[in-house]
């Protein structure tokens, strides 16, 4: 069975060990409240806190192995 999506401009997607991919019409502030300049209508937000292009992904996630789930332990 095919879950039923919100009805939205907006899609993010979590990648398995990457960043959140944004997909729409989305405005991103800085804490200030100035917006933070935006090229593309798609964008990666960095989730693992290595990017030096902050809030943007850079592909450091890769550099530092950075995982979303906890390796799984080993029973032998
Ligand atoms: S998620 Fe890609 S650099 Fe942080």
Do not use: W
């Not at 990457?18 to 933070?36: F, H, K, M, T, Y």
């Not at 798609?42 to 550099?63: E, V, Y």
């Amino acid at each position: 069975m095919k879950k039923s999506r919100p009805s939205s401009d907006v899609v993010i997607t979590a990648y398995p060990n990457g960043p959140l991919l944004v997909r729409g019409d989305v405005e991103i502030l800085e804490a200030s409240g100035e917006p933070v300049p935006q090229r593309r209508r798609t964008m990666a937000l960095c989730r693992c806190g290595a990017s030096t292009i902050k809030p943007f992904c850079d592909g450091s996630h890769k550099l530092i192995g950075f995982r979303t789930e906890a390796p799984q332990e080993d029973e032998s």
